[in-house]
């Protein structure tokens, strides 16, 4: 199918911008990468009046280290994320998810801000947003926003940015490195979406559990923490009675959907595996790294 007509604009500087989505509001889009954005609109199951193109803006393509505060530009591309120093060092959890985004072909074009703006249920990037306990960066005439991912993701597709705002950046704490982080997928073949994931960091010492985040997507509206499962762990060792008891909460921190990919039983049963998975991986790291 092809696109419906809309307008387009080449955003020359930030402020334009921002006038542009004051303008425009709900009829405006801000293209980025356009992996997402053009599928939907040759499909149209969008109609906006304007596209917005963001692409010329150098400032919003940076990653930066500052105070134990990595700051990602909405405009870096999944592929530079993937291959920064900065992000390899002090935020693993995202290096090991970013090999897991599409294939290479989108990754070379599709944005870190693009990825978190949309919040696709199946995607990696919130996700992991979420369990490093990142921030949102949001700015529109009226100034700037600073939300944390845990008030940020709402929804299906649904998030705390208001149509006049610009998502510019996301800032993420570094990962603890005694910390110990697993991210674990299952898509139907290497590249596509996720039916179901993983996103786990936590301590331990002696295999002994310390602190423990899991954040699902792919079956969920949203990426998801599970907090009474997070609960059981902390000061559990990982044996087969703590196998049993997260594998029984965590029926209740989650509710998968069904869709065309499959029941939300199976989306369930899917998660447990991942969880054991993910699990078993990070003490792993503890082990072979003492
Ligand atoms: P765009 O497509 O340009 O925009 C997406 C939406 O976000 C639009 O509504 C746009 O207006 C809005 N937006 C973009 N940037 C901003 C901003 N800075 N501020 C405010 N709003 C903004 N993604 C995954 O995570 N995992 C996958 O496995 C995966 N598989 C894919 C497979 C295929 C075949 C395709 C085509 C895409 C896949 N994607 C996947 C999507 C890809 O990762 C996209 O890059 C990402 O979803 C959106 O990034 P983008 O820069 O392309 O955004």
């Excluded at 387009?8 to 921002?18: I, K, N, P």
């Excluded at 602190?211 to 059981?232: D, H």
Aim: aromatic share 4%.
């Amino acid at each position: 199918m092809k696109a419906p007509k809309f307008s387009y604009t080449r955003g020359e500087s930030l402020d334009q911008v921002l006038t542009l989505l004051n303008e425009y509001g709900e009829e405006g889009r801000i293209l980025a990468g356009g992996q997402s954005l053009m599928p939907t609109l040759n499909m149209r199951l969008s109609n906006p009046k304007i596209l917005i193109d963001i692409n010329h803006l150098s400032e919003l393509n940076s990653i930066s280290l500052k105070a134990d505060i990595v700051s990602i530009g909405a405009l870096s591309r999944h592929s530079e994320v993937g291959r920064s120093p900065i992000v390899e060092t002090h935020l693993p959890l995202i290096a090991d998810a970013i090999p897991h985004v599409a294939h290479i072909a989108i990754r070379n074009r599709g944005t870190f801000g693009g990825s978190v703006a949309l919040a696709d249920p199946a995607a990696e990037l919130p996700a992991c947003v979420l369990a490093l306990g990142g921030t949102v960066v949001l700015k529109s005439v009226r100034g700037i926003r600073k939300i944390l991912a845990e008030d940020y993701f709402l929804g299906l597709y649904e998030t705390e940015r208001k149509p006049d705002e610009l998502l510019i950046e996301v800032q993420i704490p570094v990962q603890d490195p005694t910390a110990l982080s697993a991210f674990v997928e299952l898509s139907q073949r290497k590249g596509d979406y996720a039916i179901a994931g993983l996103a786990f960091i936590g301590t331990s010492k002696k295999q002994l559990i310390e602190t423990a985040k899991l954040v699902y997507f792919g079956s969920e509206i949203k990426p998801t923490l599970a907090k009474k499962t997070m609960a059981i762990l902390i000061n559990s060792r990982w044996d087969d009675n703590t196998r049993e008891l997260i594998s029984e909460t965590l029926g209740q921190d989650l509710d998968p959907m069904t869709n065309l990919q499959g029941s939300a039983k199976m989306k369930l049963h899917l998660q447990k595996v991942l969880t054991n998975r993910a699990i078993d991986l990070a003490l792993k790291k503890e082990k072979t790294s003492r």
